[in-house]
């Protein structure tokens, strides 16, 4: 078996991303959403729009398998998951940990200092986030067909891994693992969020 890297994004990338995506959203996620709701995210995930946001306030760093990208993160304003997927073959062996962990490694080597991680939870995954540590920081929402409720966790870098005061190391690898989109959608921002939980 080929050995998994995180690398960062590099442009050419977007196609193959958008893929694996959408493959993982359309087999776990599109059936909680209605067609407004799945347009507009498949909207969001076009390749050209991917490429685009790189060359904003963003950075994505990819999985890889080979030459096969597995498994992708993208963070946006420096505290936020924008969109967090790992190819079915490939969930359950801490790679989505592995993104989430290199992430916040790329924004302390910026000089920042991270004290929270936040997502837009989708109602599926709002017991999951709760297990891990995430508290509510607002109501239930609803915005071009997608629900959300806002949640955060405290989280700081040590060494190579990810600890938090409420959070396990394996947040992203739950039992049985299971891998998902949250499309978290802010109203002024158009942006989305993703998470990976358990059912």
């Known amino acids: 078996m080929d050995m998994i890297k995180i690398e ?9 991303i958008s893929q694996l995506i959408k493959r993982v959203y359309d087999e776990f996620v599109s059936h909680d ?8 995210f498949y909207d969001w995930i076009q390749p050209d729009k991917i490429a685009k946001r790189q060359t904003e306030n963003r950075y994505i760093l ?12 993208e963070i946006r304003d420096d505290n936020r998951i924008s969109l967090l997927f790992v ?21 302390t080597q910026k000089g920042l200092t991270i004290d929270k991680m936040y997502v837009h939870a989708s109602p599926f995954s709002i017991p999951i986030y709760k297990k891990l540590g995430f508290i509510e920081t607002g109501s239930l929402q609803e915005n071009n067909g997608l629900k959300y409720l806002p949640m955060e966790i405290s989280v700081k870098e ?20 299971f891998l998902v989109l949250i499309p978290e959608l802010n ?4 942006n989305y969020s993703a998470w990976a939980i358990k059912k």
């Open 8 to 16: 960062n994004y590099q442009k050419g990338q977007e196609i193959e």
């Open 33 to 40: 959403y209605n067609e407004e709701g799945n347009l507009f």
């Open 62 to 73: 990819v999985a890889t398998s080979g030459s096969r990208i597995i498994g992708v993160i």
């Open 87 to 107: 190819d079915k073959e490939f969930q359950g062996q801490g790679i989505a940990k592995r993104l989430f962990g290199e992430s916040i490694k790329v924004l």
């Open 158 to 177: 040590q060494n190579t891994g990810l600890t938090g005061r409420n959070l396990s190391p394996v947040i992203f690898d739950c039992n049985p693992p």
């Open 187 to 190: 109203p002024h921002l158009r």
